[in-house]
C-alpha cells in the first residue's frame, strides 16, 4: 500500500479506493463580488491556493483516480433553502440576491461556476450542495458507495466550513480522510491554522494533513 508522509502520522491507501474531494472552489467564494466578499471577506488568500488545488487536480488526473467537485448552490426557486440560511449574516445582500455575478448562491449562475483553472473534466463528478457538508441531501454517499471507495483527499474552501463539516461527515462514515493542507484555505487564518490542529488532534480524530506535493508523488 502506498504511504503518505503525513500529522499525525504516516497514511496509507489501498490504490483503486481512494478519491480526491474538491470543495467549493466556485467564483462565489474565490473571486471579487461573490458571496465571500459581499459577506465583507478578502478573497485573495482563496485564490491563491487555485494553483495548488490544480496541481492536486493534475496528480490524481494523472493517477487516473475519481475526482468529484462540490459547489454550494441552492435551486432557482430556493426551496432547498432553509429560511433560516438565508436570513442569517443580515448583509447588503444575501443568498438568492442578484449580485455583480449573478443570484448569489443559485446553480446555474455565473458566480456558482468552479473558477475556470478549475472546471471539471468529462468524467469527473459536479456535486451541487445544499448544506455546508457534501453529504448532506446529496447523492454523494451513494456514488462513493458504488464505486468501493474508502479512502478520501480533500482540499477546497473554506476550511473551517464546507472542508472541515465535510470531512467530519465522512470520518463518521466510515471513509479515512486526508486534507492537503496547502490546497485549502480560510478567510481567517487563525480558523484554518485551529481546523488543521483539531482535525489531526488524538491521534487523528478526524482525519490526516499532508502538503500538496507529498500527496501527488504517493499518487505516481
Ligand atoms: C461557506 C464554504 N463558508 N464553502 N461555504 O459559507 O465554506
Aim: net charge neutral; with cysteine.
Amino acid at each position: 500500500m502506498p504511504v503518505i508522509t503525513a500529522q499525525p502520522y504516516e497514511y496509507s491507501f489501498p490504490t483503486g479506493k481512494i478519491a480526491l474531494v474538491v470543495i467549493d472552489m466556485q467564483r462565489d467564494f474565490v473571486e471579487e463580488g461573490g458571496f465571500g466578499s459581499v459577506l465583507g471577506n478578502d478573497v485573495r488568500p482563496l485564490a491563491a491556493i487555485v494553483p495548488t488545488v490544480r496541481r492536486l487536480l493534475d496528480g490524481f488526473r494523472a493517477a487516473k483516480l475519481p475526482i468529484i467537485h462540490t459547489r454550494e448552490g441552492h435551486r432557482p426557486d430556493l426551496t432547498d433553502c432553509p429560511p433560516s440560511k438565508r436570513a442569517r449574516g443580515k448583509g447588503a445582500l444575501g443568498i438568492g440576491d442578484k449580485g455583480p455575478m449573478g443570484r448569489i448562491l443559485i446553480d446555474g449562475e455565473p458566480g456558482n461556476d468552479l473558477v475556470p483553472a478549475l472546471v471539471a473534466l468529462p468524467g469527473e463528478t459536479v456535486i451541487v450542495k445544499p448544506g455546508k457538508g457534501a453529504f448532506y441531501a446529496t447523492r454523494l454517499g451513494h456514488l462513493l458507495e458504488t464505486q468501493g471507495i474508502s479512502h478520501l483527499v480533500f482540499a477546497g474552501v473554506t476550511t473551517e466550513v464546507c472542508v472541515q463539516t465535510t470531512m467530519r461527515e465522512a470520518n463518521d462514515r466510515g471513509y479515512e480522510c486526508l486534507l492537503a493542507e496547502d490546497a485549502t484555505e480560510s478567510y481567517f487564518p487563525e480558523f484554518k491554522a485551529a481546523t488543521l490542529a483539531m482535525i489531526r488532534a488524538q491521534g487523528g480524530i478526524v482525519g490526516w494533513t499532508a502538503p500538496t506535493d507529498t500527496i501527488v508523488k504517493a499518487l505516481r
